[in-house]
């Protein structure tokens, strides 16, 4: 049986490139001209916020005395969570040496770096797990400063939960600030605060946009578009369950894919029935985001067989990936394209993206077909270094000087012959790049 649409996207995610990246260059040049002023000039315009900027301690005491005590609790498991799994994640690199020749010692280490700058969205959600994501992991890999920097609400400033998170989790500063002006703030050191080695989480397209023209001159966590999401489900699976998850997915915004892929024809009609009813039942603002989404970006597959949903969900290489089918095993062994995996109706994405303990700051739009999310090592650079004795550089030299000619480079060959005569004076080295 061949693959079949039983709904097919007749849009897909594509923000308006080239106005977006004409504003976002203006934007940036004139605050790196200017500075402080620029910045402040833009974040009055577009935050419409003229409070403090970076966040006293008097301020952030504020604030978590607005936070329920119950979601305090909240914040804090899932803080705890998301910190257990990055501490499992930074033991996975190790620094080592290993003798490559007798003599020659070379080794790894990983380093964090210095200063990271943590964007947490705060216009049409609060994304107070987005908080909790970025700078848990920056504080376990170890960096020295995080800034996190958040778009205030006019006359009121950062949300309050979200001041707490970013604090309970190791904030070393807290910036109220939006948009590609916050962006730059971290990336240029404006307002006191410590040049960003990198930028990492999520944001409008023209947070998105920003970091893209950054990127060199600072690290980012990558490039994200639309959040997208995509279900695997057969036979077994709840129908109910598989509507309300798509459903879940949809509302992140007018453009946010989501797409179900199954070899059980009646489970996709059954789900397509019903998330319309689920869609309707919302907020009004939830409720309009998944109603363009599903109408506009929304796909429904039949395929003939599980390997050929697997081949269909490793082709489209979903940022969100669930699984609600038998034999959960064989779906971990088989997959191979993700930013992360959800297997079994017990798990959902809204579990990772709130307080499960993976990371949530994920590849979109493809991107999971060749790097996965965030994690303690994109703070971290993986650096090498080597020492030797002089009868261990021996062999190394003596390579190096011919190949360095077969290539045509003759300096670096002559750095490796005056090691060999001033190591081993009166020896004779074939040292020329002819047989």
Known sequence: MPTEYLKK???????????????????????????????????AKFDRYEGELVLSSEAIEAAAAKVPEK????????????????????????????????????????????????????????????????????KVAGCSNIVACSPPRPDVGINPAI?????????????????????????????????????????????????????????????????????????????MIVATDLVGQAEHGYNSPVWLVTDDRALAEEVMRLVPLLIDDLPEVNRDNATAAWRDYAEVIVCADREDMAATSDAYAPEHLTVQAADLDWWLGRLTCYGSLFLGEETTVAFGDKASGTNHVLPTSGA????????????????????????????????????????????????????????????????????
């Not at 004139?30 to 002023?37: F, H, S, V």
């Open 9 to 43: 996207a007749p849009r897909h995610s594509r923000s308006d490139a080239s106005e977006t990246r004409d504003i976002v260059r203006g934007i940036l040049d004139d605050i790196e001209a200017r500075g402080d002023a620029a910045a402040l000039e833009y974040a």
């Open 368 to 435: 999971a077909s060749y790097t996965g999310g965030l994690s303690v090592h994109k703070y971290m650079k993986i650096v090498t270094w080597q020492r030797a004795t002089r009868e261990g550089s021996r062999p190394v030299a003596e390579a190096t000087a011919r190949i360095a000619r077969l290539e045509g480079m003759e300096g670096h060959a002559r750095t490796a012959d005056i090691r060999l005569r001033k190591y081993f004076p009166g020896e004779n080295f074939d040292l020329s790049a002819e047989g």
């Open 71 to 138: 979601l305090q609790r909240d914040i804090e498991f899932a803080h705890d969570n998301v910190r257990k799994f990055a501490e499992a994640q930074r033991a996975t690199v190790a620094d080592f040496e290993v003798e490559v020749v007798p003599g020659l010692i070379a080794g790894q280490k990983a380093i964090p770096v210095h200063a990271a700058g943590c964007y947490v969205p705060g216009g049409r959600y609060s994304h107070i797990a987005s908080a909790i994501m970025t700078v848990t992991t920056a």
């Open 163 to 239: 001041v707490y998170a970013a604090h309970v989790c190791g904030a070393d500063q807290i910036l109220a600030m939006g948009g590609v002006q916050g962006v730059a703030a971290m990336t240029f050191g404006l307002f006191g605060l410590p040049k960003a080695n990198i930028l990492v989480g999520p944001g409008n397209q023209f947070v998105a946009e920003a970091k893209r023209m950054l990127f060199g001159r600072v690290g980012i966590d990558m490039i994200a578009g639309p959040t997208d999401s995509l279900i695997l489900a057969d036979a077994s699976a709840d129908p």
